[in-house]
């Protein structure tokens, strides 16, 4: 599934803290209990996680944060072009019932309400140097390869979305696609439901399965 001769693979991981209803956002409980979770089920060979961080729910907001520790990677990771460098971002959709591997974002923010630091913008562009608010970023990994792993491979029930919404999460991920593909990075957004639609248990086990998929399309 992914390239030949042998790589280092460092994910960073991200989630995000309390969103609108949800005054505890499962992707802040996930990311906040990854390391020991990977501590006891083991990561691939040559695979590690590296930082876990939790952003705020908004979109300037969370960007200084999110640029911080993009920043930080460039020092430590990928100089002799031995290593693999992935950021996996992980958000919230209130109303699914499966997981949801994101192929791409757009480039625009359209806030159907304010996020948590009281911020709605209407139809701006993400990033204004790009060009129009239609402007797409794909990721560049195979998600059909990372879709089929975690369904048949591990019976999750996930599925391949284009469309991240408009929203707070598609702003971080158009920001991480783009710094990704300047870095020579690697970035995935993927959606999860609430606790209350699949439960943390499961949830945590998907966690684990993904990363073994992104290790494996690396």
């Known amino acids: 599934?992914?390239?030949?001769?042998?790589?280092?693979?460092?994910?960073?991981?991200?989630?995000?803290?309390?969103?609108?209803?949800?005054?505890?956002?499962p992707t802040e409980t996930l990311v906040s209990n990854l390391?020991?979770?990977?501590?006891?089920?083991?990561?691939?060979?040559?695979?590690?996680?590296?930082?876990?961080t939790i952003l705020e729910s908004a979109g300037d907001g969370a960007l200084a944060a999110?640029?911080?520790?993009?920043?930080?990677?460039i020092s430590n990771e990928n100089k002799s072009g031995s290593t693999e460098?992935?950021?996996?971002?992980?958000?919230?959709?209130?109303?699914?019932s499966k997981f949801a591997i994101e192929k791409q974002a757009v480039n625009e923010a359209t806030f159907s309400c304010p996020d948590e630091?009281?911020?709605q913008p209407k139809r701006l562009p993400i990033v204004h140097e790009d060009g129009?608010?239609?402007?797409?970023?794909?990721?560049?990994?195979?998600?059909?390869?990372?879709l089929e792993f975690l369904k048949n491979i591990k019976g999750c029930d996930a599925m391949i979305s284009d469309d991240a919404g408009r929203f707070v999460c598609n702003y971080v991920y158009y920001h991480s696609l783009r710094f990704a593909e300047d870095k020579g990075h690697k970035s995935l957004?993927?959606?999860?439901?609430?606790?209350?639609r699949i439960d943390e248990e499961t949830q945590m086990q998907f966690m684990g399965a993904l990363l073994e998929a992104i290790a494996?399309?690396?």
């Open 35 to 52: 390391k020991s979770y990977v501590e006891k089920t083991g990561l691939p060979h040559g695979v590690s996680l590296g930082s876990c």
């Open 66 to 73: 999110l640029q911080k520790a993009l920043e930080s990677s």
């Open 189 to 196: 957004f993927v959606h999860v439901p609430p606790f209350s």
């Open 216 to 218: 494996l399309c690396c």
């Open 117 to 119: 630091l009281g911020w």
């Open 132 to 146: 129009e608010i239609t402007r797409i970023r794909e990721t560049a990994f195979s998600v059909d390869a990372i």
């Open 1 to 25: 599934m992914g390239s030949e001769g042998p790589k280092n693979v460092v994910i960073h991981v991200t989630g995000f803290k309390k969103f609108n209803v949800f005054a505890t956002n």
């Open 85 to 96: 460098v992935v950021w996996l971002h992980m958000g919230l959709n209130g109303g699914a």
